[in-house]
């Protein structure tokens, strides 16, 4: 498995995901850049996403939808604040509505990623930050944690030299 380390710290109120990759930092980027790819691992196994908007730039949007086993859906959604490429992207992560517009009843949540170089691998470090311990209680019960680490664990299929 790839996801080498979950952390989840109330005092910083942060979930962080490590994972180590056989790649180059440009191709674990690219699963996040390319919708189709980032389709293909965003969210658990059983709840596939679907991206109905990935504007890749800075303040642009995405939307998106999972859809569970029994075809009940879940959106979200992010709006990028900076993007470094191929070593950082950070941005505002939130729940959206039937109608796939962030839901105004809860925060957003501010995330990054870092692409690490390191040797023949690139180590991916996912921190998403809660706005206060009542959001980061909600997330964690709803399964945020695990729900990551099984996404993040789909990304080594997508590296193969058949998915490039």
Same mark, same amino acid.
């Given at each position: 498995?790839?996801?080498?380390?979950? @952390?989840?710290?109330?005092?910083?109120?942060t979930?962080?995901?490590?994972?180590?990759?056989?790649?180059?930092?440009?191709?674990?980027?690219? @699963?996040?850049?390319?919708?189709?790819?980032?389709?293909?691992?965003?969210?658990?196994?059983?709840?596939?996403?679907?991206?109905?908007?990935?504007?890749?730039?800075?303040g642009?949007?995405?939307r998106?939808?999972?859809?569970?086993?029994?075809?009940?859906?879940?959106?979200?959604?992010?709006?990028?604040?900076?993007?470094?490429?191929?070593?950082?992207?950070?941005?505002?992560n939130?729940?959206?509505?039937?109608?796939?517009?962030?839901?105004?009843?809860m925060?957003?949540?501010?995330?990054?990623?870092?692409?690490?170089?390191?040797?023949?691998?690139?180590?991916?470090?996912?921190?998403?930050?809660?706005?206060?311990?009542?959001?980061?209680?909600?997330?964690l019960?709803?399964?945020?944690?695990?729900?990551?680490?099984?996404?993040?664990?789909?990304?080594?299929?997508?590296?193969?030299?058949?998915?490039?």
């Open positions: 498995m790839t996801v080498i380390r979950t @952390v989840k710290d109330p005092e910083k109120l979930l962080t995901i490590v994972a180590e990759f056989d790649a180059s930092p440009e191709r674990v980027w690219d @699963v996040w850049e390319n919708p189709r790819k980032l389709e293909r691992w965003w969210g658990p196994p059983t709840w596939p996403a679907t991206f109905t908007r990935h504007d890749f730039v800075v642009g949007e995405s998106y939808h999972m859809t569970g086993p029994t075809g009940e859906t879940h959106a979200g959604f992010w709006k990028m604040i900076a993007i470094d490429k191929p070593a950082r992207i950070d941005f505002l939130g729940l959206a509505g039937a109608d796939g517009e962030p839901d105004p009843s925060a957003a949540m501010s995330g990054f990623v870092i692409f690490e170089d390191i040797g023949d691998q690139t180590r991916m470090t996912a921190v998403t930050s809660f706005v206060d311990a009542a959001q980061m209680d909600t997330m019960a709803m399964g945020m944690a695990e729900g990551m680490t099984l996404a993040v664990g789909q990304i080594d299929e997508l590296l193969t030299a058949a998915a490039v």
